[in-house]
């Protein structure tokens, strides 16, 4: 049924080169899609699905002019922004979402007030929230913190619903902003809000780098920055 440059394919796993090759099956022409992988910067009160029966912006409204249908990859919430990727590779999209895979995910978030940092600590230590216990594998305070709201980097590798809210909420703490600044060592750099950039390979291969393998000693030097920001503050 299927032929391949006019010869009939019996080998599975037959490879081609969909910008050169004729694709026929049962005697019908197909067009070989490449995957394309693609960065966007979500903009907050943004739904991340292709489409909504509550007719709310969608993240698709934003992707329109691309040439092929992609699909999210993970999700960030409605009062959320920052980068998320999209793809129409499911097998890429597996490996990024697979908890075994313990893809970093770092954000940035600002809260109101300054947390003790002893409470902080329970964050990299782990707590439990519905969906189970977590933990942040590194929490950095940011210079742009003030007397009255507190800014903070903070790294996961598990994916719980709404995981960082509920993280700060067992403090005590409300999220007041959140913003998804890296994928690995995937970076949103500069890109502009609802904006969206193509990936080159060597790009998306930055998903799966590891930016601190030390899992550990990035615990570590966590809690001495948490430390001792809090006293300079």
């Known amino acids: 049924m299927v032929q391949l440059n006019g010869k009939v394919v019996t080998e599975v796993g037959t490879k081609i080169n969909p910008q050169k090759d004729i694709i026929k099956v049962r005697g019908k022409a197909i067009h070989v ?6 960065m966007f910067h979500k903009p907050k009160s943004v739904v991340t699905t292709m489409n909504d029966p509550q007719d709310r912006r969608t993240v698709a409204d934003y992707l329109e002019s691309l040439p092929t249908k992609v699909f999210p990859v993970g999700r960030l919430d409605w ?4 980068l998320l990727l999209f793809t129409n590779d ?3 999209a597996n490996q990024v979402m697979h908890p ?13 007030g300054s947390p003790d940092p002893e409470k902080l ?9 519905v969906g189970g216990k977590v933990r942040a594998r590194s929490l950095e305070k940011l210079r742009r913190s003030d007397t009255k709201h507190t800014w903070y980097r ?5 994916g719980v619903n709404r995981q960082i809210r509920q993280m700060f909420s067992k403090l005590g703490y409300d999220v007041l902003k959140l913003q998804r600044v890296a994928i690995g060592s995937l970076m949103l750099g500069n890109l502009e809000k609802g904006d969206y950039r193509l990936l080159t390979r060597e790009q998306v291969a930055k998903v799966f780098d590891d930016p601190d393998k030390t899992t550990q000693k990035t615990r570590q030097k966590s809690f001495k920055r948490i430390t001792k920001s809090t006293k300079k503050s």
């Not at 009062?79 to 920052?82: D, L």
């Not at 600590?121 to 929230?129: A, Q, R, Y």
Request: hydrophobic share 30%.
């Open 121 to 129: 600590k329970k964050l990299l230590l782990g707590v439990t929230i």
């Open 33 to 38: 899609q490449d995957y394309i992988y693609v």
């Open 90 to 92: 499911g097998d890429f």
């Open 154 to 158: 903070i790294t996961i590798t598990q």
């Open 79 to 82: 009062n959320s922004e920052g």
């Open 100 to 112: 075994k895979n313990d893809i970093p995910k770092t954000y940035e978030v600002k809260i109101e």
